[in-house]
């Protein structure tokens, strides 16, 4: 167990629609990463906060959102979905704003969208 | 400038034998790259990691070598056992840069048959 939290585990909804994907970082990290897995494109970076502050940003879209609240969890908002956007979403904690440290991954959000 | 690029795509090894998986990067900012393992329905876990400053780190049947000079570093997974089939991540970040992202190569799925 990570430590890292991530709801819902799985999610089926439909084109055009909107959802919210929610982490909970390790006690004590303060950097959250959201990243998007599919099937054959790895790991795709798409934001970074640091204790509330958007870090990086990777190449989200204009239809996604972040952000990272007061207590440290984070959301991830993805709305007007599109059938691409069905994948395994997954949140990283790290106590450092910075790379070079580890990275602790939840196990998850999939998406489905029909 | 942000790419890390990983091969093979996919590996099949016997049972005791080596695995080798390979990542090159061009950002020289890069300093800390580290490899995660991920198992279906979970998310990645670090596995071993290894800074520029050093050519080898070996922890148990893993082995990270890393070319400063050729941008390239590679794992190697010793004696090679069927509870090591996964997924496996290159990443390479800057610590000490304004680059705060984790860039992850696009995965090895690693098949160990018994």
């Known amino acids: 167990d990570s430590g890292v939290t991530q709801t819902p585990k799985h999610l089926i909804t439909a084109t055009g629609q909107r959802v919210t994907l929610r982490c909970s970082p390790r006690s004590g990290d303060l950097s959250v990463y959201w990243y998007q897995q599919s099937l054959d494109q790895g790991l795709q970076f798409l934001i970074q906060y640091y204790n509330g502050e958007e870090r990086a940003k990777g190449n989200i879209l204009e239809r996604f959102s972040a952000q990272q609240f007061p207590d440290l969890h984070s959301e991830l908002n993805l709305s007007s979905l599109e059938l691409g956007d069905s994948a395994l979403y997954f949140c990283?904690?790290?106590?450092?704003?910075?790379?070079?440290?580890?990275?602790?991954f939840g196990e998850g959000s999939r998406l489905t969208v029909l | 400038q942000q790419q890390v690029k990983q091969s093979p795509q996919s590996l099949i090894v016997q049972k005791g034998g080596i695995s080798i998986i390979n990542c090159a990067y061009e950002?020289?900012?890069?300093?800390?790259f580290p490899w995660y393992q991920q198992f279906p329905g979970k998310g990645p876990a670090l596995l071993i990691a290894i800074r520029p400053d050093v050519s080898e780190k070996k922890e148990g049947r893993f082995t990270i070598s890393f070319n400063k000079s050729a941008k390239q570093f590679s794992l190697h997974i010793m004696d090679s056992q069927p509870g090591d089939s996964a997924t496996y991540f290159c990443?390479?970040?800057?610590?000490?840069?304004?680059?705060?992202?984790?860039?992850f190569g696009t995965g090895t799925r690693l098949k160990v048959l018994a």
């Open positions: 950002n020289t900012a890069f300093d800390y």
């Open positions: 990283a904690s790290s106590v450092r704003d910075r790379g070079g440290g580890e990275l602790f």
């Open positions: 990443a390479a970040t800057a610590s000490t840069s304004g680059t705060y992202k984790y860039i």
